[in-house]
């Protein structure tokens, strides 16, 4: 009986989409973080009856045949890269990005990190860094007699020190962006990395054409609208029960069957 493994594969592709849902609704309040959604496709057909074939010798043929479908699977997560809400902090290193682009961050194994979570610190030499320590590229020192910090929108970092009216330019912070932003891959902590999906990355200061503008003193909140989530989750609860329906009544049909005298 075919139903039971149909609604079999429907009840795995609503884990998977309750399984999306629940991670976005755990990050409603991660910085910079963009909101998951599930796609699914149909499986193969088995024909009872195909289509076109010849139905007589005369030439007729069948107009519509017969196809059994087999279910259901999970063809992609998508990453929808919406713009977050910019919340203010009025915290001086903390950076958000206001349309495209992703800070680089270099990792301990020298590769380079992409990420919209700006919430930066300084570490013991002043390298402006994550809150995991990583260096944010181009790796920018903060003198120690700085008395201020700004960072405008073009991403210029200036800072100035004691005695002096005129500020410093101690650096430049650029974006990347990437002909295809979903096929980045999430390594957790807020990081992606580039492959073949996503396309080589295009580095560039920020507020020219085609990279977002950087905020000082604010950051990107979660994309994630927690009505939409509810709503969905609600569906993809009735569908799994829609389904679990299903291999129910074709478990009692099967025991009409075993039944018989």
Do not use: C
Not at 242 to 254: A, G, H, P, R, Y
Request: hydrophobic share 35%; proline share 3%.
């Amino acid at each position: 009986m075919r139903s039971l493994d149909i609604a079999g594969t429907g009840m795995q592709a609503q884990q998977t989409n309750v399984e999306v849902i629940s991670n976005n609704i755990a990050n409603m309040t991660t910085t910079g973080f963009k909101r998951r959604r599930a796609e699914f496709q149909d499986l193969i057909y088995q024909n009872l009856r195909r289509v076109g074939s010849n139905s007589s010798d005369t030439g007729t043929l069948v107009p519509s045949g017969a196809q059994v479908g087999l279910g259901v699977k999970t063809a992609a997560i998508y990453r929808i890269n919406e713009q977050g809400n910019l919340q203010q902090t009025s915290n001086t290193l903390d950076l958000a990005i206001q349309g495209n682009g992703y800070f680089q961050v270099t990792l301990p194994t020298g590769e380079t990190a992409y990420t919209r979570d700006g919430t930066f610190a300084l570490a013991a030499d002043g390298t402006i860094v994550t809150a995991d320590g990583y260096t944010v590229q181009p790796g920018l020192q903060i003198p120690p007699a700085a008395t201020g910090v700004t960072i405008n929108q073009s991403g210029q970092v200036q800072v100035t020190l004691q005695g002096q009216l005129a500020p410093q330019t101690v650096g430049q912070l650029q974006l990347a962006v990437f002909p295809n932003e979903a096929g980045l891959e999430a390594q957790g902590d807020n990081l992606f990395l580039q492959t073949t999906a996503s396309g080589a990355p295009v580095a560039g200061n920020p507020a020219t054409q085609g990279f977002g503008t950087m905020m000082q003193g604010f950051i990107e909140t979660s994309n994630v609208n927690i009505v939409s989530e509810i709503t969905n989750l609600i569906t993809a609860q009735r569908a799994y029960e829609m389904n679990s329906k299903v291999i129910t009544s074709s478990d009692e049909m099967l025991s009409t069957l075993t039944n018989l005298r």
